[in-house]
Nanobody
Framework: QVQLVESGGGLEQPGGSLRLSCAASAASGSIFSLNAMGWYRQVPGKERELVATITSGGETNYADSVKGRFTISRDNAKETVYLEMNSLKPEDTAVYYC??????????????????WGQGTLVTVSS
């Protein structure tokens, strides 16, 4: 099975910075390609919203609310996506989820496309 393991959440003061990481791994089989990856966030009572996405070629897309403050990047060799969050605001408080679209299987010829979500990591911005 494939899983995304997130890390880096926590408590930070307004104006501070945090860096989230999300690594893809397969307990069995292989990840043959890692396509678009992204970060989403959700607060209680609201729908999950897009924060940022990045394609396998490095093209990025950001929510207007985080443009200029957050940076998404990836290391394809490590199958990892990052979210650098600067100038944090209280309204950035949420559970952040990693998302990946990938090709997975035992053999390449029977590999299938999957969309996988991480377990979520809590980011709290408060003084």
């Amino acid at each position: 099975q494939v899983q995304l393991v997130e890390s880096g959440g926590g408590l930070e003061q307004p104006g501070g910075s945090l860096r989230l990481s999300c690594a893809a791994s397969a307990a069995s089989g292989s990840i043959f390609s890692l396509n678009a990856m992204g970060w989403y966030r959700q607060v209680p009572g609201k729908e999950r919203e897009l924060v940022a996405t990045i394609t396998s070629g490095g093209e990025t897309n950001y929510a207007d609310s985080v443009k200029g403050r957050f940076t998404i990047s990836r290391d394809n060799a490590k199958e990892t996506v990052y979210l650098e969050m600067n100038s944090l605001k209280p309204e950035d408080t949420a559970v952040y989820y990693c998302n990946a679209n990938l090709k997975y299987g035992t053999y390449y010829w029977d590999a299938r496309n999957l969309e996988v979500w991480g377990q979520g990591t809590l980011v709290t911005v408060s003084s």
